[in-house]
T-cell receptor, first 111, second 116 residues
Framework: SQQGEEDPQALSIQEGENATMNCSYK?????LQWYRQNSGRGLVHLIL?????REKHSGRLRVTLDTSKKSSSLLITASRAADTASYFC???????????FGRGTSLIVHP | GAVVSQHPSWVICKSGTSVKIECRSL??????MFWYRQFPKQSLMLMAT?????????EQGVEKDKFLINHASLTLSTLTVTSAHPEDSSFYIC????????????FGPGTRLTVL
């Protein structure tokens, strides 16, 4: 399994602004997942995008996938203070279903 | 649905003692569960895959005699940190996936272990 590399490592914005974080990976994938981790808590699955999909939405979340560039982005629109958390991507390839994680993007949304 | 719980949520122990952490799937059966550890400001590192009714599969560099994993039923996996030392202090998180081949993992809330 491979781990994704999130960028930026840290992001600080004001409530109401949009937050964009990126994920790059090395080898071809079956799907890519995004997770959120609030401080001192476990991970929460946000969204899964398959390799044949280019864009997916879930509420205020928008995920894009560019397999030619081996990258994905997570956009949170109209951010809220409650969105403050670390965000991780997990690319899955081959027959693996076990996510491995990079350092994540630490998002702080100021009220 | 798809809730995973962990117990305890935090534990403090003395160096040299053993600590057991439980991971339960509350509303589904999990033939496979996963154990991760996370140091402050770091990523989650996969420690082992816990298989119901058989031996766990450990990742490279993880001591199987130190981190004992038992998956005795379809809803419970336990991680025992034996002869704990201060460097074992970490955040331990388990996860499980729904049966049927879905790739989505459901994570427990984590257990904070502090070894004095």
């Amino acid at each position: 399994s491979q781990q994704g590399e999130e960028d930026p490592q840290a992001l600080s914005i004001q409530e109401g602004e949009n937050a964009t974080m990126n994920c790059s990976y090395k080898t071809s994938i079956n799907n890519l997942q995004w997770y959120r981790q609030n401080s001192g808590r476990g991970l929460v699955h946000l969204i899964l995008i398959r390799s044949n999909e280019r864009e997916k939405h879930s509420g205020r979340l928008r995920v894009t996938l560019d397999t030619s560039k081996k990258s994905s982005s997570l956009l949170i629109t109209a951010s809220r203070a409650a969105d403050t958390a670390s965000y991780f991507c997990a690319p899955l390839s081959g027959g693996s279903y076990i996510p491995t994680f990079g350092r994540g993007t630490s998002l702080i949304v100021h009220p | 649905g798809a809730v995973v719980s962990q117990h305890p949520s935090w534990v403090i122990c003395k160096s040299g003692t053993s600590v057991k952490i439980e991971c339960r799937s509350l509303d589904f059966q999990a033939t496979t569960m996963f154990w991760y550890r996370q140091f402050p400001k770091q990523s989650l590192m996969l420690m082992a895959t816990s298989n119901e009714g058989s031996k766990a599969t450990y990742e490279q560099g993880v001591e199987k005699d130190k981190f004992l994993i038992n998956h005795a039923s379809l809803t419970l996996s336990t991680l025992t940190v034996t002869s704990a030392h201060p460097e074992d202090s970490s955040f331990y998180i388990c996860s499980a996936r729904l049966p049927g081949g879905t790739d989505t993992q459901y994570f427990g809330p984590g257990t904070r272990l502090t070894v004095l």
